[in-house]
């Protein structure tokens, strides 16, 4: 609603009467988005990890090695420590008891008094006042000076005193809140996303127990689904776990752990033999996904200590061209944790540290661990000396591949592929693009779509493995030039031979539409791999979707229906049949060519009516593992990770 009068009044209606002053957690259910980034599946998650944070800070500050998240059987969710627990005397300022101003006050709570916590990853967040804002309902069960203490909420607003309800001889918090309904999209958590979180934070947070329970299901003996993570070595740990579907360089994690300047930095890294770099970065315990000050420190310390090592070695005398830090980087798994007593982030997410001093804070750590390294270690680096020239190697033929692309695509004016049916509209924000498995589709495609806003390109058969590609092999191949060409991007500047040109997309939406059986997945599964790995930033920006084609057509004489699951099938079959089989026929839908034109728009094209699933990255380090692991060369673990994820998915053998 608009904070202008309304031009058919008198001005004088327009008063102060009419300004809305939002106080506290009225401001954060009016602007939700503004405080957790959106009212979807992601902010809806964020709540979570709001409470988590505020029992790691304990665990920071030495006082909780416990953290238990429990999805109730209702939705709601559950947060316990063995912290000290949230203090309930008064306080004299707000004139009630701490425990209501941490629930109802944003920014108020122990971490803005520096004598608390040294280091804190709430900062970066808004608190759990503003989860209890959000939440229809919240109980906050505070154990703490051998009483227990109870005091309940209802959107932000107490709905009791603080109520002495037992005693105890344990510490710590117990959160349970439900989110409001009415605010976000979704209220439904997802076990997976969550879990993923609670990993990372036991690898970030060495001797923490944390777990996860989900009240909502049971397994075939009748125990509820529940993980448990708990890390002792704690980087050195997270990197076996992301590489272990990769084949090692070197034996042993190379492990960096100093405190410089009061900040303590610890980075572990390892190189393998794959063609991807995968750096992750954290600032008290927050994935900066965006970089900033610590990855620029980290980049330019190994660079220059490999690159001097190197240089003295003799190894790189006959090279022909310049090295460059990408060439340093080629085949590396990191992690790089940072704790900031006072961090400034930067960036269109506020993920992106800015503080200048960490940069060199970070880049004399690395300088003098890995110069120690290599010194006490000639085998690893005399093998990691050899990768970096191979991929310098391999770099310098990329460039001339990708330069003949470029070229030709000038040569040939405007350079859109053949195959490529373009469309009318000019404005990348109103034009989508769609990726479609097979010719006999795309011809499909190309008559049921909408010329104007919807551009087909067919691509053929399934697309390179990047995963296991060269560098400059990737951009050797048909599909995939195709594909750069078509979206009017390519990759590679001055600063950063891999950095994508953005700005320069024809498409706001580029949808990846397969047939619904195995080969569909895989192929599907080989386009995100390659988005992921060459052009990140399309997933970032929310441009990536992937295309709901139905599953079955359920007729009986002139009624039809499309159904998308199998339990669309059952109802269906319920609701035509009246209960029965008889007179009732199933079309099953293995591919997108058995639909015509018409149907192809009307169930999975048409805006109207269609679903897109957007692809978006929660944990770019799992993401990062799940790509390797799916696309690398073991099997049991791809095998494994298919049979436990088949009963949320439809996959059709």
Not at 27 to 50: Q, T
Not at 114 to 135: A, E, F, P, Q, T
């Amino acid at each position: 609603m608009s904070d202008l009068p309304n031009n058919n009044h008198n001005n004088g209606d327009y008063s102060a009467n009419n300004i809305q002053v939002l106080e506290g957690l009225e401001a954060v259910r009016k602007r939700p988005a503004m405080y957790i980034g959106d009212v979807s599946i992601k902010g809806l998650h964020h709540l979570v990890y709001e409470v988590v944070d505020n029992s790691i800070d304990e665990a920071l500050a030495g006082y909780c090695d416990k953290i238990d998240v429990c999805i109730n059987e209702d939705g709601s969710i559950t947060v316990k420590d063995n912290g000290r627990g949230i203090p309930v005397d008064m306080h004299e300022k707000e004139g009630k008891s701490a425990l209501e101003v941490v629930m109802t006050v944003l920014h108020a709570g122990g971490k803005f008094d520096k004598d608390s916590y040294k280091v804190s990853g709430g900062l970066h967040g808004v608190g759990v006042s503003c989860v209890n804002g959000l939440s229809s309902y919240l109980k906050a069960v505070v154990h703490r000076d051998g009483k227990i203490y109870e005091q309940e909420y209802k959107t932000g607003h107490p709905i009791s005193d603080i109520k002495e309800i037992g005693e105890t001889d344990i510490t710590g918090t117990i959160i349970t809140f439900k989110p409001d309904a009415s605010i976000f999209s979704t209220t439904e958590y997802k076990f997976e996303i969550l879990s993923s979180r609670l990993r990372e934070l036991a690898y970030l947070n060495k001797g923490i127990k944390l777990t996860i329970t989900d009240k909502r299901e049971k397994d075939d003996e009748g125990e509820h689904r529940r993980e448990e993570f708990y890390s002792k070595e704690g980087l050195k740990e997270f990197i076996d776990y992301l590489d272990a579907t990769r084949v090692k360089l070197i034996e042993e994690v190379i492990n960096i752990s100093a405190i410089k300047n009061g900040t303590p930095v610890e980075i572990a890294l390892q190189y393998n033999t794959s063609f991807s770099e995968n750096i992750h970065s954290y600032v008290n315990n927050i994935n900066t996904i965006e970089g900033g000050t610590h990855l620029t420190g980290f980049r330019r310390g190994l660079t220059r200590t490999l690159k001097s090592y190197a240089d003295k070695s003799g190894a790189l005398s006959k090279l022909k061209f310049e090295i460059s830090g990408d060439d340093f980087r080629e085949g590396l798994t990191s992690i790089i944790s940072v704790k900031v007593q006072e961090p400034q982030f930067e960036g269109q997410t506020k993920t992106k540290l800015g503080n200048s001093e960490i940069s060199l804070v970070v880049d004399q750590a690395v300088s003098e661990m890995l110069s120690n390294y290599l010194e006490e270690n000639p085998k690893d680096a005399k093998i990691i000396v050899q990768k970096v020239i191979l991929a310098a190697q391999a770099r310098h033929a990329a460039r001339k591949a990708r330069e003949l692309v470029q070229r030709k695509n000038v040569l040939s004016g405007g350079g859109l592929p053949g195959k490529l049916a373009d469309c009318s509209d000019r404005n990348p924000e109103l034009s989508e693009i769609y990726l479609v498995e097979g010719d006999s589709a795309g011809g499909t495609a190309k008559q049921g779509r909408d010329r104007k806003f919807q551009a087909i390109l067919p691509l053929r058969g399934k697309i390179l493995n990047v995963e296991k590609a060269m560098y400059h092999k990737v951009f050797e191949n048909e599909e995939i030039k195709n594909i750069f060409t078509a979206l009017g991007v390519s990759i590679g500047t001055e600063e950063d031979s891999k950095a994508l040109n953005i700005e320069k997309i024809r498409y706001h939406k580029i949808i990846i539409m397969t047939d619904a059986d195995v080969d569909g997945s895989h192929i599907t599964t080989l386009i995100m791999t390659f988005f992921f790995r060459f052009m990140k930033e399309v997933i970032e920006n929310g441009y990536l979707y992937i295309a709901t084609p139905p599953l079955y057509q359920v007729k009986k004489g002139k009624s039809s229906r499309y159904c998308w699951s199998e339990e669309d099938r059952i109802q269906a079959i319920e609701e035509l049949g009246k209960g029965k089989d008889s007179g009732v026929s199933i079309q099953r839908y293995k591919g997108l060519g058995e639909m015509n034109a018409e149907q192809l728009w009307s169930t999975t094209m048409n805006p109207e009516t269609r679903t897109l699933r957007q692809v978006s990255i929660d944990s770019a380090a799992e993401a990062d593992r799940v790509f390797s692991m799916l696309m690398g060369d073991e099997v049991p673990p791809r095998r494994e990770f298919i049979e436990r994820h088949a009963k949320y998915a439809n996959i059709d053998a």
